[in-house]
Each structure stands twice: as C-alpha cells, then as structure tokens.
C-alpha cells in the first residue's frame, strides 16, 4: 500500500510502463508517445492540454481540439486502457444554465469526480475573452454548464477534489488578453460553485526554469505531505517559451501556503513531438491518474500544443523529490 496517498481509490488498470533501466529520472516518459496523435479526428489539426479521469472501469476525457479551421473546442472521448483513445468527431454540446455564459470557443480542459458527479473546468471565451468555465457530467453524454468562476482574463481554473473546510477550492492563473508574459497561481473558494472569493495568492515564477509564469496542471493529489501539485512553468528564452513541469506540495488546509516546492522541474521538452509543433518546446501536464495500492501515476500532457503524451512516476518518488530539492 503507498505510504502517502489520502484517500486514493485503488486504479489497477492506469496506463504503466516501468522507469528504464538507463533512467534514473523521478518521471519518464512514455515510449510509445504521443498517445494521441495530432490527426486523430477527420478534421482536427491539433489534440493536446486534455484531461483524463477513470470512468466505468475504463476511462473518459475531454480533449482539446484545435480543427482545420484554427478553432478551438472540446470533444470527448474513451479508452478501455488510457492508452488508445476514440474521440466523439462532434464537440461538447452545453446545456448552460444561462445562454449569456456559453462561450464562442473553449480549451485546456480538467477533469475530476467530486462529490456526485464528473466537474470540467476549461478556459471558456466569455465574449470573445478567456475565463474560467465550469460545467458537469454524470455519464459523459449530457454536460451541463454553471456560471463562469471568474472575470476574464483567467486561466488554468483546477478545482480540488474535495471541499477544503466545507468550501468548494480552486486554483488559477488571472492573465490578459494575448499570449501572457506574466503568471501567477492564485487560490480561491466558493460555497456554492457559483460565488467565488477569499483569493489568496500560491506562488509565481520564481525559478530559472519558469521566470516569466506559472500554471496549474493537474487536479491537485492529497498525500499525507500535502496536496500534490504539479504545474506548469515557462522560460522566456531568447527562441521563445519554453514550457515545463514542475512540482510542490501545499498545505492540506490553507492550500495557498506552499510547504515544500522543488527548485528542478520534474519535466522539459527535450523529444522530437515535445520540441517540434506549432508550438516548440512544450510540456504542459493537465491530468494525472493515481492507483491507491501501488502509488503509480500516469500524467497526461500537451506536447508543443500538437499532441498528447503520456509519462509515468510514483508518488512517493514524487514526494520526496520535492521535498529533497525544495527551494
């Protein structure tokens, strides 16, 4: 049984591919990436930044498309083994409880069970401007929209799988209009997943490897340490952003406190689909799938904004790697 995970539902069935022997890294990477392939759909340009949860002993998601017309919306889709995918080739349909919310585009989805019930948060374009939507399913058939979480400009809306002292958790990124030079994460609550407050801010980019920003990636995972966060960091390089992953660990009950944060990242692009796409040199995590009995994670993220891979840790290693190389 993992030493750290809370209230981790055993998972048996999670994509798993054992560290290679030449590796000594904390997380490795696939070696059949990508997992999804940019063309995937009859006319999909791009499928990356998309999120994966267990669903009926297999598993469901919802996907960011980019089409051949450069718009950007979300799909679903299954996997009996997280691996093979079979996209919906039609969009998410949302039923919203006010038409006023329903956006003209949508991307970077998450994906969680909390409570009752499948909750997608996605950065949703309010009139023409990125916010942070947030809609339910219960089969992955009817989705059903509430009202935007915050103002534009945000992004990387991720709520926690549990209420944090009876409040629903999220955290964000508050940005502008364009390709933002700036980050930060920001914490806030909400009683009812319709009013949110008390924002408390997390941390911003303030290592060599993510100076210019920072982001949330997956839903965050609770250990015993704390809740697990990986996230996204960027480099202004001269060549441009370069996005990695990173990992810390926040306080269970004020998850604005930041208890541990390691200073390496966890993950940089270094592979040809990682390097080479629309966007070069870019890991951006948005789903990790956790088994309760043996601690493995399988990590899904958006390789230069083309596909989507897939990379493999063990919590514990996870854990201790933030702790060991905290800043």
Not at 22 to 40: F, H, K, M
Not at 276 to 299: H, K, Q, S
């Amino acid at each position: 049984m993992n030493s750290t995970l809370v209230n981790a539902t055993p998972l048996p069935n999670i994509p798993w591919e054992e560290r290679p022997e030449t590796s000594d890294r904390v997380v490795w990477r696939y070696s059949q990436n990508p997992v999804i392939p940019r063309d995937l759909l009859p006319n999909s340009n791009s499928i990356f930044n998309s999120a994966v949860v267990p669903f009926e002993d297999a598993f469901a998601g919802v996907f960011r498309c980019d089409d051949r017309s450069r718009h950007m919306d979300l799909y679903r889709g299954f996997s009996e083994d997280g691996i093979d995918w079979e996209l919906d080739p039609e969009p998410l349909e949302w039923i919203a409880q006010d038409p006023e919310v329903k956006g003209v585009y949508g991307y970077d989805p998450r994906v969680l069970w909390l409570e009752d019930r499948y909750y997608v948060t996605w950065c949703n374009g309010y009139n023409g401007w990125p916010t942070i939507g947030v809609g339910y399913t219960e089969d992955f058939e009817t989705f059903h929209q509430l009202e935007n979480a915050f103002l534009p400009y945000n992004r990387n809306g991720i709520l926690f799988p549990r209420k944090i002292k009876g409040k629903y958790a999220m955290l964000s990124r508050p940005s502008d209009r364009g390709h933002t030079p700036f980050g930060d994460i920001f914490y806030s609550e909400s009683p009812d997943l319709e009013h949110w407050g008390v924002h408390r801010y997390v941390m911003g980019p303030d290592l060599n490897w993510c100076y210019t920003k920072v982001g949330g990636g997956a839903v965050p995972i609770e250990t015993s340490e704390g809740w697990l966060l990986i996230y996204h960091g960027v480099l202004q390089s001269c060549n441009g952003f370069v996005y990695s992953m990173g990992s810390a660990l926040l306080d269970l009950e004020e998850p604005w406190k930041v208890a541990y944060r390691a200073r390496p990242y966890l993950l940089s692009p270094k592979t040809m689909y990682e390097c080479v796409g629309d966007v070069p040199n870019v890991v951006f995590p948005c789903a990790a799938l956790v088994d309760g009995e043996t601690g493995r994670m399988a990590i899904y993220y958006g390789a230069a904004d083309t596909v989507t891979a897939l990379a493999f840790a063990y919590v514990d290693e996870v854990v201790d790697f933030t702790k060991e190389t905290a800043v």
